[in-house]
């Protein structure tokens, strides 16, 4: 960090921020320009991995979730710009005893037996030591004593989107920070290597809110990934780890991820949306016309046989599967409307082998004829409601029908022939 802050003071502060009696070596200073650096460095890194993150790995199917809450991501946004700064500030004073020399944080290897491959084991112990103490941390900050003053600000994103990563309590901020500041003070560590480790932390922190739960199989009981840090989120007192899933088994705070089982919340908003295709009633059929229903007492029945010239003589070769013949027309009377269109003038009645009309039927409901000058006889229609029987007629005269929407008497046979009919009939 030093070496950042003497850049920093050398082509930014000096010449344009701090008056030229503020000296570089002064306390005050240091801290104030390390908090500007810490602040602007860990708010442009958090923004660098989390967008990309968000758009090309973070599954947006999540957001479907339930627990999902509204205007979420703005809300993550607003929590984090909001904590950093104080979080940073909080850390300043661990920053300045780093570059004061009050750490074990050193400039080169010239003094040790390995040289630069000293590197390995410094590695490997940042990586240990704060996989421990942050296990601790995060423990501590779920007892029921500090939970709901601290943590359950980072737990209010139960689906976290990795806009999350640091949407903290400062306070359960700054004290997740601290386990990085301890290694330089434990053990020698390269500052540059510092650095490095970090800008993977916060690559990290972010990874593990990004949604991405594959993984190789071998690795998921061993790295505390995003499939466990997710049902650490859903489920509040499970894979407290950082990297890894260690301390979570030692102290018997491990569950298997919900994701490799086929449950986890992925799982649940597909299962959700199965469900909603099956359950949602599907629309009925767009007709032209309206649909008029027959009193239960209407006496219409269907015949078992064909005629020929007649409405019934479809072979059920010819009938679509998805045509469904109307009420109380006979079984083969499927394509009644592609009949209607092109045979209107051919089209034949015959009472005692297609459909019987009665009387007291007959004066409850509109009768239409279409006879072959494509007019309405008004004789037929006061036979019909005056007589006891159907009145006969030549074959390619008349075709009976009734209870349209559209009264056949007021209607041009361009304008029948056009609409689309639906009957419905009682059988």
């Known amino acids: 960090m030093d070496i950042i802050l003497q850049y920093t003071d050398e082509y930014v502060f000096t010449p344009y921020i701090y008056p030229a009696s ?24 958090y923004l660098l991995v989390a967008v990309p993150s968000y758009f090309l790995i973070f599954d947006h199917d999540m957001m479907k979730h339930p627990h999902f809450k509204k205007n979420q991501l703005r809300q993550e946004i607003f929590q984090s710009s909001y904590a950093m700064p104080i979080m940073f500030m909080m850390s300043t004073p661990m920053y300045y005893l780093e570059i004061s020399g009050k750490t074990r944080l050193r400039n080169n290897y010239d003094d040790t037996y390995l040289g630069y491959f000293n590197m390995v084991p410094e590695l490997i112990g940042m990586i240990l030591v ?16 500090v939970y709901k ?83 650490h989120h859903m489920y509040f007192n499970y894979n407290y780890g950082q990297f890894f899933t260690v301390w979570d088994r030692i102290c018997g705070s491990y569950r298997h991820p919900s994701t ?24 009925p059929p767009k007709y032209d016309v309206d649909v ?13 046989e064909d005629f020929n010239g007649s409405v019934c003589s479809f072979e059920e070769e010819d009938i679509d599967d998805d045509v469904v013949a109307p009420t109380g027309i006979c079984k083969n009377c499927t394509k009644i409307d592609n009949v209607l269109n092109t045979e209107l003038d051919h089209l034949s009645y015959n009472d005692s082998k297609c459909i019987h009309i009665y009387k007291q039927v007959v004066s409850q409901e509109n009768v239409f004829v279409s006879n072959s000058s494509n007019t309405l006889s008004n004789d037929i229609i006061s036979s019909l409601n ?33 609409k689309r009919r639906r009957f419905s009939f009682r059988g």
Request: with cysteine; charged share 20%; net charge negative.
């Open 22 to 45: 503020w000296e570089e070596n002064n306390p005050m200073r240091q801290c104030l320009s390390l908090f500007f650096i810490t602040w602007s460095m860990g708010y442009i890194s």
């Open 130 to 145: 704060v996989d421990f103490l942050s296990y601790t941390v995060h423990r501590v900050m779920h007892h029921k004593f």
């Open 149 to 231: 003053y601290l943590h359950k600000e980072h737990h209010k994103w139960k689906v976290a989107t990795p806009f999350a990563t640091h949407a903290f309590h400062p306070v359960d901020g700054f004290l997740q920070q601290m386990p990085y500041h301890v290694c330089v003070v434990l053990f020698p560590v390269n500052k540059y290597l510092f650095v490095v480790f970090l800008v993977f932390a916060n690559i990290w922190a972010v990874t593990i809110h990004d949604g991405e739960f594959e993984m190789p199989d071998w690795m998921k009981s061993v790295i505390n990934g995003p499939a466990h840090h997710t049902d």
């Open 260 to 283: 490799f089982e086929g449950v986890g919340p992925l799982d649940f908003v597909q299962k959700l949306e199965l469900q909603e295709t099956k359950t949602t009633p599907q629309p």
């Open 292 to 304: 008029c229903e027959l009193p239960t007492d209407s006496g219409v029945e269907s015949a078992d």
């Open 386 to 418: 005056n007589s006891n029987s159907i009145p006969n007629t030549n074959s390619t005269e008349t075709l009976i029908r009734r209870r349209f929407s559209v009264d056949f008497e007021n209607s041009s046979m361009n304008e029948f022939r056009n």
